[in-house]
């Protein structure tokens, strides 16, 4: 079974307002989770690294004011987009480190964002 | 540069043929590599997880492959069904943990 649970897998938000995607660890303790965006045709792009309890470090290009990153407990991350605008409509996808087990990265199953 | 590329970016064949899609890296200090597939509108599905120690790892029909000293990894697929199609991502991590990503290849199975 899903070990990052990754939710909502599709939402659907007007122009201007904000959306959140939760990324859970389920049965291991996440030190490190990453947050990345693919825009149609492209690969994923690592958009920030976030490491419990502190902040966010954001990749170049990656707006930090409007991409709020949250990793306030070992087992959830959060991504808010806020003022969402269509351009922001994409496929977000989070990982989790398991950092006492080797190291082994684990994938949400995404969610799909679309700004209308 | 870390940079990851995969080659084709679409591919299309007939039902029940066996296939190659091929992944290629700059730099071969890797930690691991991940092959993932993508289905339209859906999230990922992780296929097979190669470690730098390993040379190739298989699950039921499909055969990946690692060679760091060229900076390739080849994902195999045998018999292909219909139900393979979707797009196969190539993922590589370096010591930061992050993971580099191909673009994708984009298989087409013809009944």
């Known amino acids: 079974g899903a070990v990052v649970s990754q939710h909502p897998s599709r939402v659907i938000c007007k122009s201007g307002t904000s959306v959140k995607i939760e990324c859970r660890s389920l049965?291991?303790?996440?030190?490190?989770m990453f947050w990345y965006r693919q825009f149609p045709k492209q690969s994923l792009m690592l958009m920030a690294t976030s490491n419990e309890g502190s902040k966010a470090t954001y990749e170049q290009g990656v707006e930090k004011d409007k991409f709020l990153i949250n990793h306030a407990s070992l087992t959830l991350s959060t991504l808010t987009v806020t003022s969402a605008h269509p351009e922001d409509s994409s496929f977000y996808i989070c990982s989790a480190r398991d950092g006492l087990s080797g190291n082994t990265i684990y994938f949400g199953e995404g969610s799909w964002l679309t700004v209308v | 540069k870390q940079e990851v590329t995969q080659i084709p970016a679409a591919l299309s064949v007939p039902e029940g043929e066996n296939l190659v899609l091929n992944c290629s890296f700059t730099?071969?200090?890797?930690?691991?590599l991940q092959w993932f597939r993508q289905d339209p509108g859906k999230g990922l599905t992780s296929l097979l997880l190669i470690q730098s120690s390993q040379r190739e790892q298989t699950s039921g029909r499909l055969n990946a492959s690692l060679d760091k000293s060229s900076g390739r990894s080849t994902l195999y697929i045998a018999a292909s069904q219909p139900g393979d199609s979707a797009t196969y991502l190539c993922?590589?991590?370096?010591?930061?943990?992050?993971?580099?990503w191909g673009a994708g290849t984009k298989l087409i199975i013809k009944p």
């Open positions: 730099d071969s200090a890797i930690y691991n």
């Open positions: 993922a590589v991590s370096w010591s930061n943990y992050q993971l580099i």
């Open positions: 049965d291991f303790q996440a030190t490190t």
